[in-house]
Each structure stands twice: as structure tokens, then as C-alpha cells.
């Protein structure tokens, strides 16, 4: 199995792309895809979060993050059946592949709500190092609510991928400030951003009193690098048998 076979194997074309999402994958660096989850999917996801939420108490999100003001879960690749399509769904694939142009795998599956009155962080890139002319790096968010300018939604300053010397946000006197290029990601439940995450990028302030902001963080990377969670420390005996070949090699999991 290589990229190539488990791309095909999974129906991730770049035909499923449109020149619009390329073009913003290449110039802005994100992308949205409206309503690729379905109502029913959408639902699962959202009752799988708070049972996990519930049942993992204050250890949730331990394996990757935890994050004052914020609800996280880690480690979702093992948490769920209804998690399965989403690190193989074909188009979010199709437009990682496009970001990332070589051997990919995932590098780590989590969730994030930012609390009511939280959930501010400071604009950064997932890639530390020199920009090389590659990226390395693809993160995908999967929107379970609808993401709002007042509800904590994510914002991205379009472009910084392409900084030539360095992708740091050092040169920034205040990371934590709005950014005068930043745009927010304001979408519907059901959409999912997919963005090269060489991107600054941050979640905002969640200014409402009730409103969630569940999402996914469906990260990606070359083959090469260290996975944010090692797939092999974490996979269960019943995921391993339940999902197929090409999923595994996306996990890096496979034996072959
Ligand atoms: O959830 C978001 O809006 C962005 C989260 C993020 O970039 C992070 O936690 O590093």
C-alpha cells in the first residue's frame, strides 16, 4: 500500500475538488466544503462528543491537550464507529493531498468547544519550521455547530503559508490581537474547512452566554513526520479489524 493506492482505494480523486477550492487552497490556504456531513452523521457526532465529554471527565483530552476554557477530546480514531469516515472521507483527502503533495497520514484526530466567555488563543501556524517550498502540514475542521462571528468560530490570516523566511508568528507584537488580513470562518453545522495549516490561524473568543462551538480537528502531515498522536501506541484491537486497509495505512498502522 502506498499514498497513491490508499487514495484511490478510498475514492479520493482530485476530481472531487473544484477549481474554486483549488484556488483557495493554493492562494488563500482554506477551503470550505458546505454540507459534507449529512443530518444523521452530524447527529452521531455530536451525541458521541458529549458521552465522551461526560465520560472522560476532567481526563478528556489528555492524550494530545487540555486547554483552559475549553472542552477537548483526544484520540477519537478509537472512540467510535461514526469517527471512521471522518480521516477517510474522500474529498477532505482529495484537498489534503492537494496541500500536501506526497506521501500523507494522519497526524491526529481530536475535538475542541470553546466555552462561553473563552476559547481566545493566540494566531499560529502548526508548522514551526523554515518555510522550504513544501507544506507539510493539513488540518481539517468539521464544523458540529454552526460556527458564528460571536460563537468562539476559528479565524485565519489568508495567505501566510506563502511568507517566504520563516512562517513564524513572531514578527506579530501581540498573537492574541486581531489581525488586520484575518478572516473569520463562519460556516453552517456540516461544513468542513479544510486548510493548510502553515496558516496562522486561532480560535476567537466564544462572546456568547450559551452557544457551542463543537468541532473536529482533523490533521494531517507527510509521511515523514512524527505523528502529534503515535497511532500505534493508541489503536485497539476492535478499530484495527473494523476499518480497511487503506484506513490503516492513513494511520499509519498497517503492517505491511
Ligand atoms: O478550534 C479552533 O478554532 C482552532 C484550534 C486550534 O488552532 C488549536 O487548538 O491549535
Same mark, same amino acid.
Given at each position: 500500500?502506498d499514498?497513491?493506492?490508499a487514495?484511490?482505494?478510498?475514492g479520493?480523486?482530485s476530481?472531487?475538488?473544484?477549481?474554486?477550492?483549488r484556488?483557495?487552497?493554493?492562494?488563500k490556504?482554506?477551503?470550505?466544503?458546505?454540507?459534507?456531513?449529512d443530518?444523521?452523521?452530524?447527529?452521531?457526532?455530536?451525541?458521541q462528543?458529549?458521552?465522551?465529554?461526560?465520560?472522560?471527565?476532567? /481526563?478528556a483530552?489528555?492524550?494530545v491537550?487540555?486547554? =483552559?476554557?475549553? /472542552?477537548?477530546l483526544?484520540?477519537?480514531v478509537?472512540?467510535?464507529?461514526?469517527f471512521?469516515t471522518?480521516?477517510t472521507?474522500?474529498?477532505?483527502?482529495?484537498?489534503?493531498?492537494?496541500?500536501?503533495? %506526497?506521501?500523507?497520514?494522519?497526524g491526529?484526530?481530536?475535538? /475542541?468547544d470553546?466555552?462561553?466567555?473563552e476559547?481566545?488563543?493566540r494566531?499560529h501556524?502548526d508548522?514551526?519550521?523554515?518555510?522550504?517550498?513544501?507544506?507539510h502540514?493539513?488540518?481539517?475542521i468539521w464544523l458540529?455547530?454552526d460556527? +458564528?462571528?460571536?460563537n468562539?468560530?476559528?479565524r485565519?490570516?489568508?495567505?501566510?503559508?506563502?511568507?517566504?523566511?520563516?512562517?513564524s508568528?513572531?514578527?506579530? +507584537?501581540?498573537p492574541?490581537?486581531?489581525?488586520p488580513?484575518?478572516? =473569520?470562518?463562519?460556516?453552517?453545522?456540516?461544513?468542513v474547512?479544510?486548510?493548510?495549516?502553515?496558516?496562522?490561524h486561532?480560535?476567537?473568543?466564544?462572546r456568547?452566554?450559551?452557544a %457551542?462551538?463543537r468541532?473536529?480537528h482533523c490533521?494531517?502531515?507527510?509521511?515523514?513526520?512524527?505523528?502529534q498522536?503515535?497511532q500505534r501506541?493508541?489503536?485497539?484491537?476492535?478499530?484495527?479489524?473494523?476499518?480497511?486497509?487503506?484506513?490503516? =495505512?492513513i494511520?499509519?498502522?498497517?503492517l505491511?
Amino acid at each position: 500500500m502506498d499514498t497513491q493506492q490508499a487514495l484511490s482505494d478510498l475514492g479520493a480523486g482530485s476530481d472531487l475538488l473544484t477549481q474554486q477550492n483549488r484556488d483557495e487552497l493554493d492562494e488563500k490556504g482554506y477551503t470550505v466544503l458546505l454540507g459534507l456531513i449529512d443530518d444523521q452523521w452530524l447527529e452521531a457526532l455530536r451525541t458521541q462528543f458529549e458521552e465522551l465529554c461526560d465520560k472522560e471527565g476532567s /481526563r478528556a483530552g489528555l492524550e494530545v491537550h487540555q486547554e =483552559y476554557g475549553a /472542552r477537548r477530546l483526544a484520540d477519537l480514531v478509537n472512540k467510535g464507529e461514526m469517527f471512521d469516515t471522518v480521516y477517510t472521507n474522500p474529498t477532505v483527502l482529495a484537498a489534503v493531498y492537494h496541500v500536501i503533495g %506526497k506521501d500523507l497520514k494522519l497526524g491526529s484526530l481530536n475535538a /475542541r468547544d470553546a466555552l462561553p466567555g473563552e476559547g481566545l488563543q493566540r494566531l499560529h501556524p502548526d508548522w514551526d519550521g523554515v518555510y522550504d517550498g513544501r507544506f507539510h502540514v493539513c488540518n481539517s475542521i468539521w464544523l458540529l455547530d454552526d460556527f +458564528t462571528e460571536e460563537n468562539g468560530c476559528t479565524r485565519l490570516v489568508p495567505g501566510t503559508h506563502l511568507v517566504s523566511a520563516t512562517n513564524s508568528t513572531a514578527v506579530l +507584537t501581540d498573537p492574541m490581537a486581531p489581525h488586520p488580513q484575518e478572516e =473569520y470562518l463562519i460556516a453552517p453545522a456540516g461544513s468542513v474547512a479544510v486548510f493548510n495549516s502553515h496558516v496562522w490561524h486561532g480560535g476567537t473568543l466564544n462572546r456568547t452566554t450559551d452557544a %457551542k462551538r463543537r468541532a473536529l480537528h482533523c490533521y494531517f502531515m507527510g509521511r515523514e513526520h512524527e505523528q502529534q498522536l503515535n497511532q500505534r501506541d493508541y489503536i485497539t484491537h476492535e478499530t484495527w479489524m473494523r476499518i480497511s486497509r487503506a484506513a490503516r =495505512y492513513i494511520l499509519d498502522v498497517d503492517l505491511d
